[in-house]
């Protein structure tokens, strides 16, 4: 049973199964969770979220990958789930900032995405480090710090748009 629940919480509901290319339809799944949560609570409720499928997603990684040569396995999309939803929240924070749909951002939520998996795929530096640590909690973390990085890129992108062009 135990094994089951990690399972589906890892695979994000059987979301990693999907072919190809399984971390980028974890991370479009989680682009709509995260639109989801913001309509329901707004940036508190996607941040509230964002910690706890850290914690669930580093016990769920655990489980999943316990005895397995493979600390990373593709169908474990979880740790996407956590880190795109960083990568989403100065979109969202802007929007509720801002007080209006979520969807007029639409090019914050499209940039969190694309630059999230940029750092996701290419793993620079600190991003890298954490892949390598080569356990549930580097699993959860290379996706964190891409998530951060992508959050970084997306807020110079607003500022850019809406300070230096505007």
Known sequence: MTRTLANMIATVGGTGYLKPAPGTWG????????????YLGGVTLLAL??????????????????????????????????????????TSYGASRMGIDPLKLYPGWIAGFALFRLFDITKPNLIGWADRRGDALGVMLDDVIAGIYAAIGTAILAFLYHVVIL
Do not use: Y
Request: charged share 10%; glycine share 6%.
């Open 49 to 90: 979220a964002t910690v706890v499928v850290f914690f669930v997603g580093w016990w769920a990684t655990a489980q999943v990958t316990a005895g397995q040569d493979d600390h990373d396995p593709s169908e474990v999309v979880i740790d996407e789930v956590a880190g795109q939803w960083i990568a989403l929240l100065v």
């Open 27 to 38: 991370s479009a799944v989680a682009v709509l969770m995260a639109l989801a949560l913001h």
